[in-house]
Each structure stands twice: as C-alpha cells, then as structure tokens.
C-alpha cells in the first residue's frame, strides 16, 4: 500500500487522479496539489473516493519539498507542464521519494531538446536509494517501452524504428491543441531533428510528410518531426541506426498553425506592449480552449504505432507494435480524451513498477532503459491494449501491414 503526490490538475492530471483512484489496493492515499488548487478539487470531486488536494507551485524545489515532507509520499508522478520538471526532481532527489514524469523539461525561453540536466540527478537518485522514471507518456513513453520489447524478442538486430502517430479524433472547433497549447506548437513548429543511418539530420518544421496506413484508422499524412524518445532512443538502443517520428496533423489544423506563426503569435521572446512584457504563444496559450475541456467534444480514435526493420534468425523483418484507443471510451472511464489518457495511464503503471519492486532500480532511467516485459504485461489491463503485425520485409519502402502499399514521400518548400 503505497502513498501517492501527483502534481499538476490539468488533463493528464485527471487522467493520473482517476486511474490511482481506481485501485485503492495499491495507493492508499492520494494527494493532487497544483498551481490552481479549484482545479484539484474539481478532479478530487469526480473521483470514487476521498483523496487530498493542495495548492503548489512546483517552480519552488522549496515548496515541493516541503509538501513532500508534509504528506510523506512514497512516489511523485509529475504531469505539470515541463518546465517544473528539474525543480521537482531535486525536491525528490533531496528527500528520496520516487519520481515518474511524462515529457522532457524543457524552458520557457528557448526550446531545449536535452535530457543532460534531468541525466545528471542520476547520482542524487542512486544515493538515495530511489528511482526516478523520466518522459513516461505514450510518446515518449510506451514507445520507448515498445522499442525496448522489440529488440528484446522481435529481433537480433533491430535497426530502424518509425515512430507514427496519428489522432484520427475530433473536437469540432476550428482550432485547438490536445495537451498544453505552449509545449504542443513548440515541438511542431521546432527543426524537424531525426536519427537516420546512425546521424542526426535536420530539416525546417513540417517540410517532409508521408503516407502511413494506421492500424484501424488507415492512410493518413504524417509530418517528420522532433521529439525527445529519438534522444534517448539513439543513445540507449545504440544499435538502432534510424529513429524518425511522424506526426498527422488536418489540413485545418496546419493553415491556423502557419497563420499564426506568420502573423508571429507562436514567438516565445517577450515582446513589449504598451510597457509590459508580453509572450506571444502564453498569450496564445491563454486565448485557446483549455485541453482538459476537450474530453466531451471528441469523438474518434488515436492510433500510434512503431514500425520496425531489422534482423531475426539470420533474415529480414519487419513488424508494427502499436495501440488504438477510442476518445468517447477514454472520456466515459475518466472525463479526459485518449491523447490525456494515454499520457497518464502509462505514467501510473511506471509508478506502480516501481513500488512494487519491477522496476525499483536506483537511478534516473528512460523507459526503453528498464525490462520491457512487466510493463507489457500491464498495459492492458491500464486500458491500453497493444497489437503486434508482421509486415513484408521484402519491400523496403513499405510500412504498411503486409500486402498493401501505401507510401508516398512529399518535401514542402
Ligand atoms: P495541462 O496544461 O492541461 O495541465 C498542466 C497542469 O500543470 C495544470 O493544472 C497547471 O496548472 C499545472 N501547472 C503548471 N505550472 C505549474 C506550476 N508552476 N506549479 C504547479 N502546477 C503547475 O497539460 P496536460 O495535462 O495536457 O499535460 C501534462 C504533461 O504531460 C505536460 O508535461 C505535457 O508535456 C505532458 N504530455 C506528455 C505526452 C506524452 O505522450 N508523453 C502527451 C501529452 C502531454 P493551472 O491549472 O494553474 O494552469
């Protein structure tokens, strides 16, 4: 029976509340602090039984710590937003409670694609005897699990991984994000970085796209694009030459996205209005609908999968392990759509891996760092079934379930 501090109220936040909520046999008490505390006790008022809450701001190792001092909490899930990521590790480190979070930190001012401050914890963590659990969502997150049980039993050599994700759902409003609106239009519209026959490459935001067929939602666009497991991917799989990650996006939701930054509402350097300082994607941020409010309006399925080449037994293979998963399901279990709760419900089970002793390894890890397998197991049973397909090997420029093709690469200007 473990104790249990989850920081931050937004749509991930519910999802993490609800899914601990949901087996009081293994976290016995809750506690949800965040910036805005009407918000906990909007979540605390949902759940099926009584959990505390607490105002917090997390930019203050300070104030974390003292919280964790005051509620003794056995593990922290962190689903703020990542920029109080290193506050709340050092609050953790410095008490030696377990840590798990769901996304890379990352700074206000400059989009930092680097997981070396969160890395270097890793002797305050072994010190103390605790574990600390970094960037475990969907992606980053299980993906990097799915990586790891790949060349655990797909392969002997597992060369390449396409990481695709699609959200096939829809809200019907005409613009707006599925997780917070400043970190989602950063990462889209960053230098699309990926990892390709053992390089890193670069080219300008949403210029390479290229059809996939999805499992259960079929052929869509998706965008090359950055993202923090490509980091983590080519360093701890270091076999693995190519890691690419590929994102759909609706037209609509592309036009609003090159409006906006043409008109300069996606800038993140303050700009001075009438005297005050003012930064144009918070003040963006502030003018959009609110993510966790998202949960009733959408209807549709994710679909996210990672297609993989390599070798087994001496012969070419490719195979696609992945998840699909249904918003209006997802909203009837928790109140939140799929993106949040497939973000939260993994970040729950790495929690629960930990104090049970599964993955209680001390020092900072990556997922695809630690044994696959009672992770897999688990998934399921946390509302995310996954899937597993051959696909034919003999076609190199096919990532489509076996018999079909359906690749066609584009460059944008
Ligand atoms: P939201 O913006 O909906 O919620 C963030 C919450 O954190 C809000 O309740 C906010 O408070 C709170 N918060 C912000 N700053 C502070 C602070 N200084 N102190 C305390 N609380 C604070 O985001 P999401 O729930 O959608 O996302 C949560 C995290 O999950 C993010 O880090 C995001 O990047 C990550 N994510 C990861 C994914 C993955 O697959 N790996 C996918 C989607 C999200 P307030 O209510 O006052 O604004």
Redesign the pocket.
Known sequence: MSRILI???????RVAAHKCAQRPEEFEEICL????IE?CRRVAAELPRPIQVRE????DAGRVRRLIEEFRPDAVIN??????NLPIMQACAEAGVHYV???MSDRPDKVVYDYGDQWAFGEHFERKGVTGLL?L?????VVNVFCAYARKHLFDQLEAVDIIDCNAGSHGLPFAT???PE?NIREILAPAFYYEEGQWKETPPLTLSREFEFPEVGRRRAYLMAHEELISLARFLPELRTARFWMTFTEEYLTHLQVLRNVGMTRIDPVDYEGVPVTPLRFLKKLLP???ALGPRTKGKTSIACVFDGVKDGARRRAMIYNVCVHERCFQEVGSQA??Y??GAPAVLGARLILSGHWARPGVYNPEQLDPDPFMERLGEMGLPWGMEELNPSDPTQRTPAGEKAESETRTP
């Open positions: 920081i931050g109220a937004g749509g991930v936040g602090a965040s910036r805005t918000r917090l701001n997390a930019d689903v703020a937003s990542p920029y109080q979070d769901t996304s960037s969502g969907f992606d980053p997150g599925n997780f917070d970190t609110d993510p966790a993106i949040s497939t973000t």
